[in-house]
Nanobody
Framework: VQLQAFGGGLVQAGGSLRLSCAAS????????TGWFRQAPGKEREFVAA????????SYADSVKGRFTISRDNAKNTVYLQMNSLKPEDTAVYYC?????????????????WGQGTLVTVSS
C-alpha cells in the first residue's frame, strides 16, 4: 500500500490543522493506521493510531484532548485533526499502516510509511 500525507503548514499557537493520509494500492480498510512525528534533533515519536474499523484509538499523552484521529475507509483516508496547537507540536508528521486488528503504537511495527508533511507552530 502507498501512503501520502498532506495538510501540513504554518499555524499560530492555539490554531488548528487537519492532516490527511491517503492510501492506494490495497484495501486500506484492513489496515491499522498511525501518525508519528519527528522534530529536529529528536527521535520519531508516536502521536495517534486507529484500528481498521475505527473502533479503537490510542493517543500520546502529549496530544490527548487536543488531537483526534479518524478514518473514512470509503475514501481510503485517515485524518488527524489537531487543535490547540503548541510550538512543541512543530515536526514532520508521518502516517504509517500495517495489517492488524489492534492498535499499534511502535514505529518499528509498521510496514508502510508516507513521505511526511511539515507542521510548524509559531508562538
Amino acid at each position: 500500500v502507498q501512503l501520502q500525507a498532506f495538510g501540513g503548514g504554518l499555524v499560530q499557537a492555539g490554531g488548528s490543522l487537519r492532516l490527511s493520509c491517503a492510501a492506494s494500492g490495497r484495501t486500506f480498510s484492513s489496515y491499522t493506521t498511525g501518525w508519528f512525528r519527528q522534530a529536529p534533533g529528536k527521535e520519531r515519536e508516536f502521536v495517534a493510531a486507529i484500528t481498521w474499523n475505527g473502533g479503537n484509538t490510542s493517543y500520546a499523552d502529549s496530544v490527548k484532548g487536543r488531537f483526534t484521529i479518524s478514518r473514512d475507509n470509503a475514501k481510503n483516508t485517515v485524518y488527524l485533526q489537531m487543535n490547540s496547537l503548541k510550538p512543541e507540536d512543530t515536526a514532520v508528521y508521518y502516517c504509517a499502516a500495517r495489517q492488524s486488528i489492534v492498535v499499534v503504537t511502535f514505529a518499528a511495527h509498521y510496514r508502510y510509511w508516507g513521505q511526511g508533511t511539515l507542521v510548524t507552530v509559531s508562538s
